[in-house]
């Protein structure tokens, strides 16, 4: 019942910038950690950056000064802002959240909830 839609993956060329979004729906409480991770072909899927509920971020070095992770709390969405792109960008980008749920009145639970991903290509 709790899903991450993402939006803005595409083409884009080398020192271009793409916006991408991820926004929250469902039965939520609220929403704590949130990032963006990517998986490149033939590779792992890795970190690329977070944020807490608090606006506290963290990046993996090689997208340091390039992307910019934000959120907008009254949306329950998160972005990912990314500039100076290069060619090993090249992933399927993927959302993901830590959300806090209600089953039951007085009840309350944290489910990871990961978005179905989006391929962002960076080539001339």
């Known amino acids: 019942q709790v899903q991450l839609v993402e939006s803005g993956g595409g083409l884009v060329q080398p020192g271009g910038s793409l916006r991408l979004s991820c926004a929250a729906s469902?039965?939520?409480?609220?929403?704590?950690?949130m990032g963006w991770y990517r998986q490149a072909p033939g590779k792992q899927r890795e970190l690329v950056a977070t944020?807490?509920?608090?606006?506290?971020?963290n990046y993996t070095d090689s997208v340091k000064g390039r992307f910019i992770i934000s959120r907008d709390n009254a949306k329950n969405t998160v972005y990912l802002q990314m500039n100076s792109l290069k060619p090993e960008d090249t992933a399927v980008y993927y959302c993901?959240?830590?959300?806090?749920?209600?089953?039951?009145?007085?009840?309350?639970?944290?489910?990871?909830?990961w978005g179905q991903g989006t391929l962002v290509t960076v080539s001339s």
């Open positions: 469902g039965s939520i409480f609220s929403i704590n950690t």
């Open positions: 944020i807490t509920s608090g606006g506290s971020t």
């Open positions: 993901n959240a830590h959300i806090v749920i209600s089953p039951s009145r007085g009840r309350f639970a944290t489910i990871e909830v």
